[in-house]
């Protein structure tokens, strides 16, 4: 019965799970949230039980005690289900005839397994605290029925945990490319809503979360339920507000049309779905998922290897590839301290636009007639290391491997080829859910990569998939799968490869494509006005040192927008820095300046790479100000940038977190980006910042008081270090 049984508290780095555990019913979560120390003695929590529950045992409400982990109309619950599943044309409606669960991983998690002998269905389920205090829900439904004619569909499977009825505001994602992760910030909707995402992969205009606050959410403060999808194919994010119930807030992948048809013994894994609580707004909720993703197996520790400077050949010389100009680049790149050279797309058979080739990724030889060997070994042999564009999941129409194969389209035989009037960039999708097609893939790319000795890929997927057909059946779930598989064989065989994953910039930047990939591309705008804010919202999730975040020329090819070198560096800091941009074109005096800019990253990125990231809230909306703070608190280092023209003549005072008020601290602004423009008054402080000796004062002033800010010029940014005395 509900709210029977013991419970099990879980709590880890600052959060705490409480939840029932009843006989033969899914087990209830009574609370999530802060810690604050709840004796997990059943005699004391007897007293939680009453002072939560909306009625009296044995009295029978209408409506559920709780919604459990996997809420069903049978527990009387009116949302949306947990699970949905039919045979043929029947419903599956479960019930579980017995629910066993168990605290695993230290205590941290607990792993339920619940069977329905009625429906023969089985599932398995695991709520984990993460290192950080991220929590992360798995789920597997299994079928069970030795006996049914009908395998078991299943049309989704869920993950929910409950948030306070005292919630009132919901923030979303939405975007288009290149102006990613554009938050939306509205009035808690009422009734059960969903969200989907359809495009194949995350896309530009994804939900991408869910965040749930009393009020509108702050950077600093405040709490924060958030629930993030770990998965990079469709998607489905839902809120159910219904009046006789604590909200109820999560995620599970949206499935296609009989995608998922388990015959006896056959078991469907559904994506990870994270949740985040934060007592210290956005920035805590965030660093619960950063702490998650630096310790995800296989992960790159940027202390043991620090994050190369990187060149993009495309800004540079787009498909307009010549050896002659692309190694005299690559000396201009090394000349300037740049450590990781990528050739972008058009070396491959035929590539003189975005109409042919892919699926052929062999190196053209009318362009390079030497082949790559030649421009890979004098990378290589200028210290840097050689980076490779690849587009492994598409095909063109105009390539020999769609001439030999044109089964190997994901895709109905009457969508290929397409509607005349939508392009869908000139490609289709690749099934590497065909055996096959994935070997032919994976033999090409690893040739390339053990030959030239490729230390990095810029792996791309610029189309969105439509129709995805494999074998007859909706096959995007195994086309993601594979995704992931070539992926991790790659990394396998190539000790040290690592792989950026791109999606016409930042159209697949999600957490599951990070447990195998090493950076995403955070958006093919490299406009910096831009960038400030894609950057800051993309690290609600991504660690900075996994955001490539390069400087571009001016003005922008995405906005045609001028902006000085000084703030495109500074927000290129704030990420994993690099150029997309053609040096070659730089006079002297610009190449001195990358060079200083370069060398600043370099002394900087232990730091940036590693601390602990913190945005302060600015009353003006034209202000930006986002700092990274080292563990022990003795170095920080703050970029306050402008958007817009500031609102007043006297300007907010920047409130340093990330420091010990008990320590002195040294201010210093860091002028190698190139200088910035003000108006013509400078506040004193900033004035002895500008000097060698810089500025003096202690933690707890910076922190209480702040730091009176100059009048900054639109588009303008300083770079701030501090450092304890």
Same mark, same amino acid.
């Given at each position: 019965?509900?709210?029977?049984?013991?419970?099990?508290?879980?709590?880890?780095?600052?959060?705490?799970?409480?939840?029932?555990?009843?006989?033969?019913?899914?087990?209830?979560?009574?609370?999530?949230?802060?810690?604050?120390?709840?004796?997990?003695?059943?005699s004391?929590l007897?007293?939680? *039980?009453?002072?939560?529950?909306?009625?009296?045992?044995?009295?029978?409400?209408?409506?559920?005690?709780?919604?459990s982990?996997?809420?069903q $109309?049978?527990?009387?619950?009116? $949302?949306?289900?947990g699970?949905?599943?039919?045979?043929?044309?029947?419903?599956?409606?479960v019930?579980?005839?017995?629910?066993?669960? @168990?605290?695993?991983d230290?205590?941290?998690?607990?792993?339920?397994?619940?069977?329905?002998?009625v429906?023969h269905v089985?599932?398995?389920?695991?709520?984990?605290?993460?290192?950080?205090?991220?929590?992360?829900?798995?789920?597997?439904?299994?079928?069970?029925? =030795? *006996?049914?004619?009908?395998?078991?569909?299943?049309?989704?499977?869920?993950?929910?945990?409950?948030?306070?009825?005292?919630?009132?505001?919901?923030?979303?994602?939405?975007g288009?490319?290149?102006?990613?992760?554009?938050?939306?910030?509205? =009035?808690?909707?009422?009734?059960?809503?969903?969200?989907?995402?359809?495009?194949?992969?995350?896309?530009?205009?994804?939900?991408?979360?869910?965040?749930?606050?009393?009020?509108?959410?702050?950077?600093?403060?405040?709490?924060?339920?958030?629930?993030?999808?770990?998965?990079?194919?469709?998607?489905?994010?839902?809120?159910?507000?219904?009046?006789?119930?604590e909200?109820?807030?999560?995620?599970?992948?949206?499935?296609?049309?009989?995608?998922?048809r388990?015959?006896?013994g056959?078991? /469907?894994?559904?994506?990870?779905?994270?949740?985040?609580?934060?007592?210290?707004?956005?920035?805590?909720?965030?660093?619960?998922?950063?702490?998650?993703?630096r =310790?995800?197996?296989?992960?790159?520790?940027?202390?043991?290897?620090p994050?190369?400077?990187?060149?993009?050949?495309?800004?540079?010389? /787009?498909?307009?590839?010549?050896?002659?100009?692309?190694?005299?680049?690559?000396?201009?790149?090394?000349?300037?301290?740049?450590e990781?050279?990528v050739?972008?797309?058009?070396?491959?058979?035929?590539?003189?636009?975005?109409?042919?080739?892919?699926?052929?990724?062999?190196?053209?030889?009318?362009?390079?007639?030497?082949?790559?060997?030649?421009?890979?070994?004098?990378?290589?042999?200028?210290?840097?290391?050689?980076?490779?564009?690849?587009e492994?999941?598409?095909?063109?129409?105009?390539?020999?491997?769609? @001439?030999?194969?044109?089964?190997? &389209?994901?895709?109905?035989?009457?969508?290929?080829?397409?509607?005349?009037?939508?392009? /869908?960039?000139?490609? /289709?999708?690749?099934?590497?859910?065909?055996?096959?097609?994935?070997?032919?893939?994976?033999?090409?790319?690893?040739?390339?990569?053990?030959?030239?000795?490729?230390?990095?890929?810029?792996?791309?997927?610029?189309?969105?998939? %439509?129709?995805?057909?494999?074998?007859? @059946?909706?096959?995007l779930?195994?086309?993601?799968?594979?995704?992931?598989?070539?992926?991790?064989?790659?990394?396998?065989?190539?000790?040290g490869?690592?792989?950026?994953?791109?999606?016409?910039?930042?159209?697949?930047?999600?957490?599951?494509?990070?447990?195998?990939?090493d950076?995403?591309?955070?958006?093919?705008?490299?406009?910096?006005?831009?960038?400030?804010?894609?950057?800051r919202?993309?690290?609600?999730?991504?660690p900075?040192?996994?955001?490539?975040?390069?400087?571009?020329?001016?003005?922008?090819?995405s906005?045609?927008?001028?902006?000085?070198?000084?703030? @495109?560096?500074?927000?290129?800091?704030?990420?994993?820095?690099?150029?997309e941009?053609?040096?070659?074109e730089?006079?002297?005096?610009?190449?001195?300046?990358?060079?200083?800019?370069?060398?600043?990253?370099?002394?900087?990125?232990?730091?940036?790479?590693?601390?602990?990231?913190?945005?302060?809230?600015?009353? *003006?909306?034209?202000?930006?100000?986002?700092?990274?703070?080292?563990?022990?608190?003795?170095?920080?280092?703050? &970029?306050?940038?402008?958007? *817009?023209?500031?609102?007043?003549?006297?300007?907010?005072?920047?409130?340093?977190?990330?420091?010990?008020?008990?320590?002195?601290?040294?201010?210093?602004?860091?002028?190698?980006?190139?200088?910035?423009?003000?108006g013509?008054? %400078?506040?004193?402080?900033?004035?002895?910042?500008?000097?060698?000796?810089?500025?003096?004062?202690? $933690?707890?002033?910076?922190e209480q008081v702040?730091?009176?800010?100059?009048?900054?010029?639109?588009?303008?940014?300083?770079?701030?270090?501090?450092?304890?005395?």
């Amino acid at each position: 019965m509900f709210d029977q049984g013991p419970h099990t508290v879980l709590r880890r780095d600052g959060v705490c799970l409480i939840l029932k555990t009843p006989e033969r019913e899914m087990p209830q979560v009574e609370y999530w949230g802060r810690d604050f120390g709840v004796d997990a003695e059943e005699s004391a929590l007897a007293a939680l *039980d009453a002072m939560t529950l909306k009625d009296t045992p044995p009295n029978k409400p209408d409506a559920s005690w709780r919604p459990s982990l996997l809420p069903q $109309g049978a527990e009387a619950w009116a $949302g949306r289900p947990g699970l949905e599943a039919h045979r043929g044309c029947a419903p599956v409606f479960v019930r579980w005839t017995s629910v066993s669960s @168990r605290t695993v991983d230290d205590g941290n998690g607990i792993a339920i397994t619940a069977e329905d002998a009625v429906n023969h269905v089985r599932l398995e389920l695991m709520l984990a605290i993460q290192s950080g205090g991220l929590v992360t829900v798995d789920r597997r439904v299994a079928n069970t029925d =030795a *006996d049914a004619a009908e395998p078991l569909t299943v049309n989704w499977l869920d993950a929910t945990l409950p948030v306070p009825r005292r919630v009132d505001t919901l923030t979303q994602f939405t975007g288009r490319w290149p102006l990613e992760k554009q938050p939306s910030t509205t =009035a808690m909707p009422v009734g059960s809503i969903t969200r989907d995402c359809r495009r194949g992969k995350t896309g530009h205009d994804s939900p991408w979360m869910f965040i749930l606050t009393d009020g509108a959410p702050r950077w600093s403060q405040g709490e924060v339920w958030a629930c993030h999808l770990a998965w990079s194919g469709n998607q489905t994010y839902r809120l159910d507000n219904l009046p006789a119930h604590e909200p109820v807030l999560g995620a599970g992948e949206l499935l296609g049309p009989g995608e998922i048809r388990l015959a006896i013994g056959e078991t /469907y894994e559904a994506p990870t779905v994270c949740f985040s609580y934060s007592d210290g707004g956005l920035d805590g909720m965030a660093a619960r998922f950063h702490d998650w993703l630096r =310790a995800a197996p296989g992960r790159v520790d940027p202390a043991a290897k620090p994050r190369p400077f990187t060149l993009n050949t495309w800004e540079a010389v /787009y498909f307009d590839h010549d050896e002659a100009t692309l190694m005299r680049l690559a000396d201009r790149a090394a000349a300037v301290g740049v450590e990781r050279f990528v050739l972008d797309d058009g070396w491959f058979h035929l590539r003189r636009d975005d109409s042919k080739g892919l699926g052929d990724w062999v190196v053209d030889p009318a362009v390079w007639p030497n082949g790559l060997d030649g421009l890979a070994g004098h990378v290589h042999g200028l210290g840097m290391e050689f980076g490779l564009w690849f587009e492994p999941e598409m095909v063109n129409l105009d390539s020999d491997l769609y @001439r030999e194969h044109p089964d190997w &389209v994901l895709a109905a035989p009457e969508a290929v080829p397409y509607r005349e009037d939508i392009s /869908y960039r000139n490609q /289709y999708v690749l099934d590497l859910a065909n055996p096959d097609a994935y070997a032919h893939v994976h033999g090409q790319m690893a040739e390339l990569i053990g030959r030239l000795g490729v230390d990095y890929i810029k792996w791309d997927h610029n189309r969105e998939v %439509t129709e995805p057909l494999h074998d007859g @059946r909706y096959g995007l779930h195994e086309q993601t799968e594979a995704c992931y598989r070539l992926f991790d064989q790659l990394r396998a065989e190539f000790p040290g490869l690592e792989i950026e994953s791109c999606s016409s910039g930042g159209a697949r930047t999600d957490a599951g494509i990070l447990l195998h990939a090493d950076r995403i591309w955070g958006s093919d705008s490299n406009d910096p006005r831009d960038r400030v804010d894609i950057q800051r919202w993309t690290e609600l999730i991504v660690p900075p040192e996994m955001i490539g975040a390069h400087v571009g020329p001016s003005p922008a090819h995405s906005t045609g927008r001028a902006t000085d070198l000084s703030y @495109r560096a500074a927000i290129s800091l704030e990420g994993c820095s690099g150029f997309e941009w053609n040096i070659l074109e730089c006079p002297d005096e610009q190449v001195k300046q990358l060079r200083s800019f370069v060398a600043l990253y370099k002394e900087l990125r232990g730091l940036l790479h590693t601390g602990r990231v913190m945005h302060a809230d600015m009353r *003006d909306p034209s202000l930006r100000a986002r700092g990274v703070a080292n563990a022990d608190r003795t170095h920080a280092v703050w &970029v306050v940038a402008s958007v *817009d023209n500031l609102r007043d003549a006297l300007v907010d005072r920047l409130h340093v977190g990330g420091l010990d008020p008990e320590r002195v601290y040294r201010v210093r602004q860091r002028r190698e980006i190139g200088e910035s423009k003000w108006g013509w008054i %400078t506040p004193q402080w900033l004035t002895a910042a500008r000097g060698e000796d810089g500025f003096t004062v202690s $933690g707890r002033l910076l922190e209480q008081v702040g730091l009176q800010l100059p009048n900054l010029w639109p588009m303008q940014a300083i770079a701030l270090e501090f450092e304890a005395e």
